[in-house]
Nanobody, 126 residues
Framework: QVQLVESGGGLVRAGDSLTLACTVS????????VGWFRQAPGKEREFVAA????????HYADSVKGRFTISRDNAKNTVYLQMNSLKLEDTGAYFC???????????????????WGQGTQVTVSS
């Protein structure tokens, strides 16, 4: 069973950049589908980005497309979320999730992921 630990959150101004990291232990990240989700206070958890197993493809929510980039460093067993041009509405707790068998059509669905980290807070101020 893998464990996921997020890091890199913080307080930034609108327009700034931030990179989140999701470090995997207890297994190699390579065969896992990895997703980033976020949850703002009073709102449901929403999909942000995902990297298919073996890094075969990447997928983004429309709200972050062109601003966020998901990438893998297999040597470090880590998946990153590079966030540029941050907006106030990007504020929330960011979670990474992993699953071995999730199919492409479900990759944006939080309930389909087996493993979750504890989250890291991102706060964007004006």
């Amino acid at each position: 069973q893998v464990q996921l630990v997020e890091s890199g959150g913080g307080l930034v101004r609108a327009g700034d950049s931030l990179t989140l990291a999701c470090t995997v232990s207890g297994g190699t990240v390579t065969p896992y589908n990895v997703g980033w989700f976020r949850q703002a206070p009073g709102k449901e958890r929403e999909f942000v980005a995902a990297s298919r197993r073996y890094g075969s493809s990447t997928h983004y929510a429309d709200s972050v497309k062109g601003r966020f980039t998901i990438s893998r460093d297999n040597a470090k067993n880590t998946v990153y979320l590079q966030m540029n041009s941050l907006k106030l509405e990007d504020t929330g707790a960011y979670f990474c999730a992993a699953d071995l068998t999730i199919i492409l059509s479900s990759i944006r669905t939080a309930d389909m992921y087996d493993y979750w980290g504890q989250g890291t807070q991102v706060t964007v101020s004006s």
